[in-house]
């Protein structure tokens, strides 16, 4: 078994704090499966063919391991999580300690191998338009108020618009959703993407 490591990720290793004994675990389960490792968004990310196949990453309630194409897999195990409902693609395995990662890791490997086979057949995940996204209510009114902001907004690519879609729709209370609208009129107006 050739392991592949980075020395990025080793630095990364050497810092973080958090999930640290469960992001070591899990670099050793992917580095098992032949992947090439790389730090990607300040995280280990696993590639094959410089496709990505799967990045570790923490969070303050759990440490995942995500699976680019999750969207894909078989899931026999049923632990395959859809972060949130827009996301369409990427599909996550929590853990909130290394025992949990220790006691999956046959499925573990299974779940990386499968993506990788996935990533070499070439198959890819078939995304919504945006126009199958539903446009927030405020957003709607807000276009009411102001066309030029409604014209600014179907002048951005889909990505963009899509982006902002996600952001507006994510908030759950209607004060949440008419301020992240309101920071974000000028961005729009601008032809700015959210992360512009």
């Not at 990364?12 to 098992?32: G, H, P």
């Not at 499925?107 to 990788?116: F, T």
Request: aromatic share 8%; charged share 30%; hydrophobic share 40%.
């Amino acid at each position: 078994m050739i392991k592949r490591t980075n020395a990025k990720v080793d630095g990364f290793l050497r810092t973080v704090k958090k999930w640290q004994q469960e992001i070591k675990k899990l670099r050793a389960i992917a580095l098992s499966r032949q992947l090439t490792e790389e730090l990607k968004w300040g995280w280990p990310c696993y590639t094959l063919g410089k496709r990505n196949i799967v990045l570790i990453h923490g969070f303050k309630e759990y440490c995942a391991l995500l699976f680019f194409k999750g969207a894909l897999l078989k899931d026999p195990d049923k632990i395959l999580i859809q972060q949130t409902e827009n996301v369409q693609s990427a599909r996550q395995i929590r853990f909130t300690n290394v025992r949990e990662i220790a006691r999956l890791e046959p499925s573990l490997k299974a779940y990386i191998r499968e993506a990788a086979e996935v990533e070499k057949t070439g198959l890819k995940v078939k995304l919504k338009k945006t126009a199958d996204f539903k446009i927030p209510e405020e957003l709607q009114k807000r276009f009411g108020e102001m066309p030029a902001l409604e014209r600014a907004f179907a002048a951005l690519t889909p990505g963009r618009q899509r982006a902002y879609l996600f952001h507006f729709s994510t908030a759950k209370q209607l004060k949440t959703r008419e301020s992240r609208i309101e920071k974000c009129v000028r961005q729009i107006l601008a032809g700015k993407g959210l992360d512009d």
